[in-house]
């Protein structure tokens, strides 16, 4: 997961503000933050769809024909896909999807 991606935490949005502190001014310090338990916002049966098809090798206009949607309405589901997921691109959202579950790996 983000470890293996090179990241220096991963914090859960929810931590109180002083907690925020002590783990932000041990990663400056150079330490590494992960919680015992990633938090990671789960994903809707229609972004999982949608991460499928990319997965699968599908473009935006092959999945706008596939299943009747706007290129924007793709790109949205990607987006929040991304966000979920702590992601910037789609083979790291497909290599994250894989590793919590939503698809056996390759």
Same mark, same amino acid.
């Given at each position: 997961? &983000? %470890?293996v991606m090179? &990241?220096?935490? #991963?914090?859960? %949005? @929810?931590?109180?503000?002083?907690?925020?502190?002590k783990?932000?001014?041990?990663?400056?310090?150079?330490? %590494?933050?992960f @919680?015992? *338990?990633?938090?990671? *916002? =789960?994903? +809707?049966?229609? /972004?999982?769809?949608m991460?499928?098809? =990319?997965?699968?090798g599908? +473009?935006?206009d092959?999945?706008? /024909?596939?299943?009747?949607? @706007?290129?924007? +309405? =793709? @790109?949205n589901h990607l &987006?929040n896909? #991304?966000s %979920?997921?702590?992601? +910037?691109?789609?083979?790291e959202?497909?290599?994250? &999807? *894989?590793?919590?579950?939503?698809?056996?790996?390759?």
């Amino acid at each position: 997961g &983000a %470890k293996v991606m090179g &990241a220096y935490g #991963f914090l859960d %949005k @929810s931590m109180n503000p002083d907690e925020l502190v002590k783990k932000l001014k041990k990663i400056y310090l150079g330490g %590494k933050v992960f @919680s015992d *338990e990633v938090m990671v *916002e =789960v994903l +809707t049966p229609r /972004e999982i769809e949608m991460l499928e098809l =990319v997965r699968n090798g599908l +473009t935006i206009d092959d999945i706008c /024909e596939r299943i009747y949607v @706007s290129k924007r +309405t =793709v @790109s949205n589901h990607l &987006a929040n896909i #991304f966000s %979920k997921l702590g992601v +910037t691109n789609r083979q790291e959202a497909i290599h994250i &999807a *894989e590793q919590l579950g939503y698809f056996p790996p390759d």
